[in-house]
């Protein structure tokens, strides 16, 4: 018996194919892009290329087709006169253009690049598309991502390096006010599927050792100390070990009073909703203490928390911290871990942080996000979100508001 062959797949039309570019637009309804292709359909076209948006209610649907063979039954000019017509009887306009072949060749290389404004002005769209321009780069699809809590727009462009793009963009995005992400195009920007975050400033609002010195009265000393180290001005350990020192004797029953004050940064929870209804596994690591991300592990649903552990002997804190220290490089290190036991490729993950101690962390992943960072931390990292929102994150990863919106409707 015969087996059944796959027929070959059609050629793309050469060059000098002859081809109509039919453009429609006008109010937007239900069944315009079904009607304009079941009205071509009855002149036999192939279709080349489609492209379609809606802009406040507003359709521009573009189709370029094969033009009718010259022994076809009905010619070109039929064509025209019959979209026109049935445009007109919906309330549309069309716009018919004769011409050969398909669009020209896209230029080497592919890159998104994502615009994130709180407004995002048309001076700064302005700016950041000459700079495309300036890089040799095409831009040849645009899309709007969110319009709240931040307008994001991501640009599809061809043509050049990506982290030539990324430079350029970086310095542009810092003059203009807004925060742009530069990736290269392809799968694994949308299939990253493990996002790992620093806690303290990140997660939440808080620096939890500051919350703890609170109790014990000597916030402004640790304060300090902690903003030092957050600079990159001193060494993570021996400043965590001279910060933990001064909570010596504080009774234990301080913990629980801490883990109440701790305040979730806003879009914290949307972020880790959104991230697991869509698949994502999603970790932290800290330079704080397990007695508070334990806890924020099992009110978010975290898949992975790791941090250092305060001693408590007989009631009472220590000053000492027990275990290996989660420091710059422990949090690499966790990372790795944690992608490790995911089972996702460290190309795949993302980390969110702010201060010097995240820098490997964010250089280790395949995107690090630096987030209302540290200057010295925003310079290292892929990108950086300068806005008090940590679910604009989402946007970096090519996640609009709609699919937010939908993991947040499947919960209710």
């Known amino acids: 018996m015969s087996t059944p062959q796959t027929p070959p797949a059609a050629a793309p039309p050469g060059h000098d194919v002859p ?29 080349v290329d489609i492209e379609q948006v809606v802009t406040r209610g507003r359709i521009v649907l573009c189709a370029l087709v094969t033009a009718p063979g010259p022994t076809a039954a009905r010619g070109s000019g039929d064509l025209r006169v019959t979209v026109h017509g049935w445009a007109e009887s919906h309330g549309l306009q069309a716009e018919i253009i004769s011409g050969t072949g398909d669009n020209r060749p896209r230029g080497t290389g592919r890159s998104l690049v994502t615009v994130l404004g709180h407004p995002l002005t048309a001076d700064s769209v302005a700016g950041i598309t000459s700079v495309v321009t300036g890089t040799g780069g095409n831009i040849d699809r645009i899309f709007r991502l969110a319009k709240y809590p931040v307008t994001a727009v991501e640009f599809a462009v061809s043509g050049a390096a990506t982290e030539a793009l990324r430079t350029a963009l970086a310095v542009e995005g810092a003059n203009r006010g807004v925060d742009v992400a530069v990736s290269a195009a392809g799968l694994q920007h949308r299939a990253r599927r493990l996002v790992v975050m620093d806690v303290d400033s990140t997660l939440i609002q808080d620096e939890v050792i500051e919350l703890f010195a609170a109790h014990a009265g000597c916030e402004a000393e640790v304060a300090d100390v902690t903003s030092r180290a957050m600079r990159g001005e001193l060494d993570f350990e021996q400043s965590l070990h001279a910060r933990v020192a001064l909570l010596a004797g ?69 000053g000492r911290v027990v275990g290996d220290i989660v420091d710059r490089a422990g949090k ?3 990372l790795r871990s944690f992608a490790q036991r995911a089972g996702v490729p460290l190309e795949q993950t993302v980390a969110i942080g702010d201060g010097a101690n995240d820098l ?4 280790t992943a395949g995107l ?36 937010v919106e939908a993991a947040d409707a499947h919960l209710d």
């Open 332 to 334: 690499a290190r966790l």
């Open 250 to 318: 504080l009774d234990a029953s301080v913990v629980e009073a801490v883990r109440k004050e701790v305040r979730l940064t806003p879009g914290a929870r949307t972020l880790v909703r959104t991230l697991k209804r869509l698949g994502y596994q999603v970790g932290v690591v800290s330079g704080g203490f397990t007695q508070v991300t334990d806890a924020l592990r099992d009110e978010l649903g975290l898949d992975f928390a790791s941090a250092n552990t305060l001693e408590i002997v007989d009631g009472k804190l220590t």
């Open 368 to 403: 690090g996000v630096a987030f209302n960072a540290k200057p010295m931390v925003r310079e290292a990292a892929h990108t950086a979100v300068n806005v008090p929102f940590l679910d604009t994150v989402l946007y970096l990863l090519g996640i609009s508001r709609e699919e």
């Open 360 to 363: 490997d962390m964010l250089n």
């Open 19 to 47: 081809t109509l570019l039919v453009k429609i637009f006008g109010k937007d309804r239900p069944g315009i892009t079904a009607g304009l292709f079941e009205t071509l359909a009855a002149f036999g076209v192939d279709v």
